[in-house]
């Protein structure tokens, strides 16, 4: 398994989203936890969650919850780095919303911690900007957060290139990570990926694999995908995470993950490696 860095720490070049094993459509816990395992088997010492994954108001901290529990029945589940987020809330049934409020984040940073069972958060993020709330405030909370040790890195997710710029101002130059959408099919955050690049700052692409599952349909835009593929005998997933790699080092995907053979599939793409003519290929598919 390849390495990246985020801040000071060393990670698998590829982390697992376990979003999918919390909302609507989620596996039971068994297989949920089967999945985390099978990643850390697999290399990942990376898992991405957030407070607000859940069915809804009812279970708020149903993810954070899951990871703390596999992880304690790992043997190499200290090694993994969490990254959790917090400032989407769920007021009431399967609803979201936002608060981005510096005593909101800070609150809900403590529930994180007694979740997730550790003194210090390893990497808090703030999930999303709230348009009530100006963005210095709640990156404020963030700066708190990490000179009282209550987290050791703070990130940011959903956020332009001024506000990445911001925020690393607010937090003394200590902005560890951007997390935000990218994939063949949604490549707007290029810009930040750029201004990440500049910064050393590592980028975590979200629902990463956007527009991969139409690549083997008849005229599908994201062909290339399933051509290259095919030409090394894997899956396309693995493909679009391993051009992913190719493109920055700062990019650590993290795939949404709720099955040990598609988990493990996706871990594989950090030793795959495509051409030039391939990456050119595939940068020119898609939106």
């Known amino acids: 398994m390849q390495t990246r860095r985020i801040g000071t720490v060393e990670v698998s070049a590829i982390g697992i989203g376990a979003m999918p094993m919390s909302v609507r459509g ?3 816990e068994e297989r949920s936890i089967a999945t985390v395992h099978a990643a850390l088997d697999a290399g990942a010492t990376l898992i991405d969650t957030a407070d607000a994954y859940s069915l809804g108001s009812e279970d708020v901290g149903h993810n954070e919850s899951l990871v703390a529990k596999a992880l304690a029945n790992h043997e190499r589940g200290s090694e993994v780095l ?4 917090g400032g989407h809330v769920r007021p009431g049934g399967s609803a979201w919303a936002l608060d981005g409020r510096p005593e909101h ?3 809900a940073c403590e529930l994180s911690l007694r979740r ?3 003194e ?3 990497l ?3 999930h999303r900007p709230d348009p009530e709330v100006p963005y210095e405030e709640s990156i404020g909370a963030l700066r708190d957060l990490l000179d009282e040790g209550k987290i050791l890195m703070a990130g940011i997710s959903n956020a332009d ?3 990445i710029g911001l925020a690393n101002d607010i937090l003394g130059g200590r902005l560890a990570s951007v997390q935000n959408r990218f994939a063949p099919d949604f490549r707007s955050s290029e810009p930040e990926i750029d201004l990440c690049d500049q910064l050393g700052i590592a980028f975590l692409p979200w629902r990463p694999l956007g527009g991969v599952a139409q690549a083997s349909a008849p005229g599908s835009p994201f062909a290339p995908f399933a051509e290259v593929a095919g030409a090394h005998g894997v899956s396309p997933q693995r493909v679009c995470l391993a051009w992913m790699l190719a493109k920055s080092p700062q990019l650590i995907p993290i795939p949404g993950a709720s099955r040990p053979e598609t988990v493990r599939d996706s871990l594989a793409a950090s ?3 495509l051409t030039g003519d391939e990456m050119a290929r595939l940068d020119d598919t898609g939106a």
Do not use: D, H, N, S
């Not at 969490?82 to 987020?85: G, L, Y």
């Open 26 to 28: 989620r596996p039971g």
């Open 82 to 85: 969490v990254a959790t987020k």
């Open 105 to 107: 984040l800070k609150r």
């Open 116 to 118: 997730l069972g550790v």
């Open 120 to 122: 210090a958060i390893g």
């Open 124 to 126: 808090y993020q703030f």
């Open 161 to 163: 290139p001024a506000q």
């Open 271 to 273: 030793e795959l490696m």
